[in-house]
């Protein structure tokens, strides 16, 4: 079959590889039917260091099922499924408390001799944990919405959640990527009062403003803060929702939080230190978030996405074949398009 590998910085490339099979009687086999780019894959393409190897890369996909293990059971050949980015047996502890990301016998696509999530097919462990079937035709066009309970839809409704938005709560939401506009629209979902996106790029503030944003900041930094602030009569928002994961990011975050308020970050880190000392103590701002489960959101979301209540699928601006993938990547990079849906 066809997938994608990274073999270094700016370079991805689309090859042959071996046929995915049921390694586990545990496993499943999935025809992918459409997949995706994700932001948090610009990281590597940015940095990876050349190697003459490349890895697999992709983390979102749905598809059909093709072939289970012996120890499956309700899933057969035909359903069509989606993965969230991270597999689980779901049935552990964790698992049960909603945390499928600390799985201990689960783990993420394309590590550890697993497939990819960019490709033609993929093998999935745990399947029965993991996949979740779906009501819908291969040609219905709910697939983009569909997809993006893989990560992003689940992602930002992660990041609402867990800063605790919900009515008569003040919102703000630092970038204006697939993730934040994802945040925008799960806290609209939850009935967020008023919600503030700082963004700079007017097509993807437009589309915030559609899924619920009621202003717009395109200021950075000190000038940011101090107009999200203007817009609260200098207080600040009950939570910000941090979705990029540049320390400038979470110094806007702070800045921009009430005192006593919640910021909750999901951009997935590039720096190791930040800036929580004395003056966030003394503040009375709790700091939360992580990796999202989105496991645990799947079955949550999946009816406002069924019935048209929501439309997260409006965040894929470019659709590609798998071929494509490499140009896929620099479009994303250069900021040419928001997220890239692919049809292998």
Same mark, same amino acid.
């Given at each position: 079959?066809?997938?994608?590998?990274?073999?270094?910085? =700016?370079?991805?490339?689309?090859?042959?590889?071996?046929?995915?099979?049921?390694?586990?009687?545990?496993?499943?086999?999935?025809?992918?039917?459409?997949?995706?780019?994700?932001?948090?894959?610009?990281? #590597?393409? =940015?940095?990876?260091?050349?190697? $003459?190897?490349?890895?697999?890369?992709?983390?979102?996909?749905?598809?059909?099922?093709?072939?289970?293990?012996?120890?499956?059971?309700?899933?057969?050949?035909?359903?069509?499924?989606?993965?969230?980015?991270?597999?689980?047996?779901?049935?552990?502890?964790?698992?049960?408390?909603?945390?499928?990301?600390?799985?201990?016998?689960?783990?993420?696509?394309?590590?550890?001799?697993?497939?990819?999530?960019? /490709? $033609?097919?993929?093998?999935? #462990?745990?399947?029965?944990?993991?996949?979740?079937?779906?009501?819908?035709?291969?040609?219905?066009?709910?697939?983009?919405?569909?997809?993006?309970?893989?990560?992003?839809?689940?992602?930002?409704?992660?990041?609402?959640?867990?800063? /605790?938005?919900? #009515?008569?709560?003040?919102?703000?939401?630092?970038?204006?990527?697939?993730?934040?506009?994802?945040?925008?629209?799960?806290?609209?979902?939850?009935?967020?009062?008023?919600?503030?996106?700082?963004?700079?790029?007017?097509?993807?503030?437009?589309?915030?403003?559609?899924?619920?944003?009621?202003?717009?900041?395109?200021?950075?930094?000190?000038?940011?803060?101090?107009?999200?602030?203007?817009?609260?009569?200098?207080?600040?928002?009950?939570?910000?929702?941090?979705?990029? =994961?540049?320390?400038?990011?979470?110094?806007?975050?702070?800045?921009?939080?009430?005192?006593?308020?919640?910021?909750?970050?999901?951009?997935?880190?590039?720096?190791?230190?930040? #800036?929580?000392?004395?003056?966030?103590?003394?503040?009375?701002?709790?700091?939360?978030?992580?990796?999202?489960?989105?496991?645990?959101?799947?079955?949550?979301?999946?009816?406002?996405?069924?019935?048209?209540?929501?439309?997260?699928?409006?965040?894929?601006?470019?659709?590609?074949?798998?071929?494509?993938?490499?140009? /896929?990547?620099?479009?994303?990079?250069?900021?040419?398009?928001?997220?890239?849906?692919?049809?292998?």
């Amino acid at each position: 079959m066809r997938a994608t590998l990274i073999y270094g910085a =700016g370079d991805i490339r689309v090859e042959d590889v071996p046929d995915p099979q049921v390694q586990e009687p545990t496993d499943a086999v999935v025809r992918a039917l459409r997949t995706c780019i994700c932001g948090s894959d610009l990281w #590597p393409y =940015g940095s990876r260091p050349a190697t $003459e190897e490349g890895d697999r890369i992709g983390h979102e996909f749905l598809g059909v099922v093709e072939d289970v293990g012996a120890d499956v059971t309700g899933l057969k050949a035909g359903d069509i499924t989606v993965a969230p980015f991270a597999y689980a047996d779901n049935t552990c502890r964790f698992c049960a408390e909603g945390l499928q990301t600390s799985c201990p016998r689960g783990g993420y696509w394309a590590n550890n001799g697993v497939d990819g999530g960019q /490709g $033609e097919a993929v093998r999935v #462990p745990w399947a029965q944990g993991t996949l979740v079937k779906l009501p819908v035709s291969e040609d219905t066009p709910l697939l983009p919405s569909l997809l993006t309970l893989s990560d992003v839809f689940c992602t930002g409704h992660h990041c609402a959640v867990t800063a /605790g938005v919900g #009515p008569r709560t003040t919102v703000t939401v630092v970038g204006d990527g697939a993730v934040g506009l994802s945040a925008v629209l799960a806290a609209k979902r939850l009935g967020a009062e008023r919600i503030i996106l700082m963004g700079r790029h007017k097509a993807r503030t437009d589309l915030g403003r559609d899924f619920g944003a009621t202003d717009v900041v395109p200021e950075r930094g000190a000038e940011g803060i101090g107009r999200a602030r203007e817009l609260t009569d200098g207080e600040g928002t009950h939570t910000v929702l941090e979705c990029v =994961g540049a320390e400038p990011a979470l110094e806007m975050a702070f800045g921009v939080v009430r005192d006593g308020g919640t910021v909750s970050r999901v951009g997935v880190p590039q720096y190791e230190k930040g #800036p929580v000392g004395p003056e966030v103590f003394s503040r009375n701002i709790t700091l939360t978030g992580g990796v999202a489960p989105a496991r645990a959101y799947i079955e949550e979301l999946l009816p406002d996405v069924l019935d048209g209540t929501v439309e997260p699928g409006r965040v894929f601006d470019r659709t590609i074949g798998l071929d494509a993938v490499p140009d /896929g990547y620099r479009a994303m990079a250069d900021r040419e398009a928001l997220k890239v849906f692919i049809q292998p």
